[in-house]
């Protein structure tokens, strides 16, 4: 009885309430000042009374509701406090919680379409240079040194002035297909406003390896890489013009690592960040340019980038021939976090394209074996390398699909180097994943 009472009081009351909130709300659905409008829709003693018991009821509903969702995990709503007593206070902007970024998951990165080839051409990840020194194999005119970063790992070549060119001493060679990786860090513009970022060049040259013209060499592109925009601009000599294109999607961000991807295929151009494509431009750059020199320039930016991780390698190789008729694939498309067997999402591509073959042939059994560079204790390694194996068997059968009972995994550890761990080229080499067709 005292229950349908209660409710009877409730049902009243809580109308009398609606039409006191219904003037509490604008147009666009946002509550003015609660306390300043229930003092305007007062009529009585008794409603204000009334409305005073119903928020307390409600207050304690909240309250229980909370304390039951907190005993049962759930995240408890901010909006169910209970109201601010003065206008003072309910009138204070709450701070946003400002939230980690989360993980990149592996599905995200589906328009990952490049596959990074079986031959590593070039890496430089400055670990071989002193922190403080400027690195061995580079030149500039302006400055710049190799530091470490306390919320990224491995050396990094700080580019710290502005108008300045920073160029790799050494010439390429490089194929018609080939893919470009390496990782950035920018900085913020001391006031905010400047563009930061950094171009960068690669192009046909001869004779001194620092070139700071605007367009280096004979031929080649500058891609511009900045916090709002990537842009392209190929030239070549006796051209009319230089073709160009540009986007602001998916651009750099600042003070965070950037894993960027540029696949060069003759005339076409791709850039990759952030799980997608961000350029695919098929006639951006001239005909018949070959490119053996890199270069970086910050003419015109603001904020200091640092750089790690240039990764060259021929583009795509054949999985399919590979895995069927030779029996053997290396791959340097499966990236793994520092010391860790937790695959990146920028493997995607390279999952995909062998869970391809091996799905449209469903009696291939294969042995995913791991191998590290010599780098750190040989024990570590080995267990390193056959739980980076088991990582792969895990993902190929639980993301694409494949018949974990075809997959075998082994680790080599740093037992079976394809190359001497002298450099960091030679070392990314033997840092691989290799499938081996065991039927």
Same mark, same amino acid.
């Given at each position: 009885?005292?229950?349908?009472?209660?409710?009877?009081?409730?049902?009243?009351?809580?109308?009398? *309430?609606?039409?006191?909130?219904?003037?509490?709300?604008?147009?666009?659905?946002?509550?003015?000042?609660?306390?300043?409008?229930?003092?305007?829709q007062r009529t009585s003693e008794?409603?204000?009374?009334? !409305?005073?018991?119903?928020?307390?009821?409600? $207050?304690?509903?909240?309250? +229980?509701?909370?304390?039951?969702? +907190?005993?049962?995990?759930?995240? /408890? %709503?901010?909006?169910?406090?209970?109201?601010? /007593?003065?206008?003072?206070?309910?009138?204070?902007? $709450?701070?946003?919680? @400002?939230?980690?970024?989360?993980?990149?998951?592996?599905?995200?990165?589906?328009?990952?379409?490049?596959?990074?080839?079986?031959?590593?051409?070039?890496? &430089?990840?400055?670990?071989?240079?002193?922190?403080?020194?400027?690195?061995?194999?580079?030149?500039?005119?302006?400055?710049? &040194?190799?530091?470490?970063?306390?919320?990224?790992?491995?050396?990094?070549?700080? =580019?710290n002035a502005t108008e300045a060119?920073? *160029?790799?001493?050494?010439?390429?060679?490089?194929?018609?297909?080939?893919?470009?990786?390496?990782?950035?860090?920018?900085?913020?513009?001391? %006031?905010?406003?400047? @563009?930061?970022?950094?171009?960068?060049s690669l192009y046909n040259g001869?004779?001194?390896?620092?070139?700071?013209?605007?367009?280096?060499?004979?031929?080649?592109?500058?891609?511009?890489?900045?916090? %709002?925009?990537?842009?392209?601009?190929?030239?070549?000599?006796?051209?009319?013009?230089?073709?160009?294109?540009?986007?602001?999607?998916?651009?750099?961000?600042?003070?965070?690592?950037?894993?960027?991807?540029?696949?060069?295929?003759?005339?076409?151009?791709?850039?990759?960040?952030?799980?997608?494509?961000?350029?695919? !431009?098929?006639?951006?750059?001239?005909?018949?340019?070959?490119?053996?020199?890199?270069?970086?320039? =910050?003419?015109?930016?603001?904020?200091?980038?640092?750089?790690?991780? #240039?990764?060259?390698?021929?583009?795509?190789?054949?999985?399919?021939?590979? #895995?069927?008729? &030779?029996?053997? =694939?290396?791959?340097?498309?499966?990236?793994?976090?520092?010391?860790?067997?937790?695959?990146?999402?920028?493997?995607?591509?390279? !999952?995909?394209?062998?869970?391809?073959?091996?799905?449209?042939?469903?009696?291939?059994?294969? +042995?995913?074996?791991?191998?590290?560079?010599?780098?750190?204790?040989?024990? +570590?390694?080995?267990?390193?390398?056959?739980?980076?194996?088991?990582?792969?068997?895990?993902?190929?059968?639980?993301?694409?699909?494949?018949?974990?009972?075809?997959?075998?995994?082994?680790?080599?550890?740093?037992?079976?180097?394809?190359?001497?761990?002298?450099?960091?080229?030679?070392?990314?080499?033997?840092?691989?994943?290799?499938?081996?067709? @065991?039927?």
């Amino acid at each position: 009885m005292k229950t349908r009472l209660f409710i009877a009081i409730l049902s009243f009351v809580l109308s009398l *309430s609606i039409q006191t909130l219904s003037a509490q709300i604008d147009v666009k659905g946002k509550v003015k000042d609660q306390s300043v409008n229930r003092a305007d829709q007062r009529t009585s003693e008794g409603i204000e009374k009334g !409305l005073d018991a119903v928020e307390d009821g409600v $207050k304690s509903v909240f309250t +229980k509701k909370d304390k039951k969702s +907190k005993e049962e995990g759930e995240e /408890s %709503d901010e909006n169910s406090a209970s109201e601010e /007593s003065s206008d003072e206070t309910s009138a204070k902007a $709450k701070k946003p919680e @400002v939230k980690k970024d989360e993980p990149a998951k592996l599905a995200s990165y589906t328009k990952y379409d490049f596959v990074p080839g079986d031959q590593v051409i070039l890496f &430089e990840d400055f670990s071989q240079d002193e922190v403080g020194d400027f690195p061995a194999l580079w030149t500039t005119d302006g400055s710049g &040194e190799v530091r470490t970063l306390n919320n990224f790992p491995g050396k990094w070549l700080y =580019l710290n002035a502005t108008e300045a060119a920073y *160029s790799l001493m050494k010439d390429l060679e490089l194929p018609d297909n080939f893919i470009l990786e390496f990782d950035v860090v920018p900085t913020e513009t001391e %006031d905010n406003e400047g @563009v930061s970022g950094f171009y960068l060049s690669l192009y046909n040259g001869t004779g001194e390896f620092l070139d700071n013209g605007i367009y280096p060499g004979v031929s080649g592109f500058n891609l511009t890489c900045s916090h %709002d925009q990537w842009k392209v601009n190929g030239y070549k000599e006796g051209a009319n013009e230089s073709t160009a294109g540009e986007t602001a999607l998916a651009p750099i961000e600042i003070n965070k690592l950037n894993h960027v991807i540029i696949w060069v295929q003759k005339r076409r151009l791709r850039v990759y960040h952030k799980g997608q494509k961000a350029l695919d !431009l098929p006639t951006a750059l001239y005909d018949g340019v070959k490119y053996n020199r890199f270069r970086i320039s =910050l003419w015109g930016m603001q904020g200091f980038p640092f750089i790690s991780n #240039l990764r060259f390698t021929t583009a795509k190789p054949d999985t399919r021939n590979k #895995l069927l008729t &030779e029996g053997k =694939l290396v791959s340097y498309g499966i990236y793994f976090d520092v010391n860790s067997d937790k695959i990146k999402p920028e493997s995607y591509g390279a !999952l995909n394209d062998i869970a391809k073959v091996l799905n449209e042939n469903p009696t291939v059994k294969v +042995k995913i074996v791991g191998h590290t560079d010599a780098d750190g204790d040989d024990a +570590k390694n080995m267990d390193l390398s056959k739980r980076r194996a088991a990582s792969v068997k895990e993902e190929l059968s639980k993301t694409f699909g494949v018949n974990a009972a075809n997959l075998e995994t082994d680790g080599k550890g740093e037992s079976q180097a394809i190359a001497p761990n002298d450099n960091p080229a030679n070392k990314a080499k033997n840092r691989r994943v290799e499938f081996i067709k @065991v039927n």
